[in-house]
């Protein structure tokens, strides 16, 4: 138990061991394991085992790394997410300069190269429960708030106004939104329109400022995301990107 114990005091809780440890896996792992099994291979990394590495950003639960920029992922659609892994593979989604977060995410994306790999991985992330707490490290404070990385952009410390109008938003969202992501913000799979209650605001306000200035969905391969390109013109200015997610965070789903 002692061993336990200090294993996860020291190598779990201690970010900077783990950041040391993240890139250690993200410089040997991805080119290791794709190796593994080719590109056309039936056969794919398990995704329970593959997930422990992007469990490093996205929380070992799924629940998302503030510190690295990095989305909560439990619960979202298997559909979803392997598409958006094609879309960092393939250079649709992370190449933008401004986009640092999404070029890691892109070196990430390497790991889940085959067909069956980014299956078994998607489906792993489609079970994991929505809603895990945000890790503490052993002082209790959420792990690692703080970006480890310099990042000059202006998407780095996007602060969009407060505070903010849900219901402004309400309106925003019912006479926009709604068409693709449905009513109560659950997705629609035939429209490639992700589910955005479990997102968190953080995240949502970026990606629509990203949307709306070409960062995400200008590439010609990227069909789904010029498609919600062209809706995030809906939002003016950044005042309506604050109140439409203040909606979406304000929607309550049984
Ligand atoms: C180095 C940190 C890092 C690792 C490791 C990593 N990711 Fe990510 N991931 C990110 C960041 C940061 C983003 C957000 C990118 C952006 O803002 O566009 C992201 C975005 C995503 C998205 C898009 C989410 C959305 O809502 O559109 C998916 C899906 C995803 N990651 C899956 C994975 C999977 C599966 C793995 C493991 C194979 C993984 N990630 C490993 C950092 C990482
Ligand atoms: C024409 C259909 C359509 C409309 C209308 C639309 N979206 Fe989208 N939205 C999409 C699609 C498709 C994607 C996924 C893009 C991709 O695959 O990269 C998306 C992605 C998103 C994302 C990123 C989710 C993530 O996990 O990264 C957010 C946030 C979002 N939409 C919010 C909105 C808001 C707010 C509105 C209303 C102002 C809106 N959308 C209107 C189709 C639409």
Redesign the pocket.
């Known amino acids: 138990m002692l061993v336990i114990n200090w294993l996860d005091d020291v190598i779990v809780k201690s970010i900077v061991i783990r950041k040391i440890l993240?890139f250690l896996?993200?410089v040997f792992v991805p080119s290791a394991w794709a190796q593994q099994y080719p590109v056309g291979s039936d056969e794919g990394i398990d995704g329970e085992e593959?997930?422990a590495?992007?469990g490093?950003?996205?929380g070992m639960q799924g629940q998302g790394?503030p510190a690295?920029?990095?989305?909560p992922?439990a619960g979202?659609e298997a559909w979803?997410?392997e598409r958006?892994?094609r879309a960092?593979n393939g250079g649709f989604?992370?190449m933008h300069p401004d986009?640092v977060?999404?070029l890691?995410?892109s070196?990430?994306?390497g790991?889940?190269r085959n067909n069956a790999t980014i299956r078994n991985?998607?489906r792993h992330?489609e079970s994991l429960p929505p809603g895990a707490l945000p890790e503490l490290t052993s002082g209790g404070e959420v792990a690692g708030t703080a970006r480890p990385f310099i990042w000059r952009s202006k998407y780095a410390s996007l602060e969009h106004p407060q505070p903010a109008d849900a219901t402004r938003g309400k309106e925003l969202f019912q006479g926009t939104c709604v068409a693709c992501h449905g009513a109560d913000g659950q997705g629609n799979e035939m429209l490639g329109a992700?589910k955005l209650t479990d997102?968190t605001a953080r995240?949502m306000r970026?990606?629509l400022q990203?949307f709306k200035d070409g960062v995400?969905g200008s590439n010609p391969g990227d069909t789904y995301g010029s498609q919600m390109a062209a809706f995030a013109k809906v939002l003016t200015d950044e005042q309506a990107i604050a109140d439409v997610v203040a909606y979406i965070d304000s929607i309550e789903v049984d």
């Open positions: 993240m896996c993200l593959l997930f590495v992007c490093f950003c996205h790394g690295l920029d990095a989305p992922l979202m979803y997410v958006q892994l960092f989604r992370g986009d977060p999404g890691q995410m070196i990430a994306s790991m889940a991985v998607a992330i992700p997102q995240y970026r990606q990203y995400r």
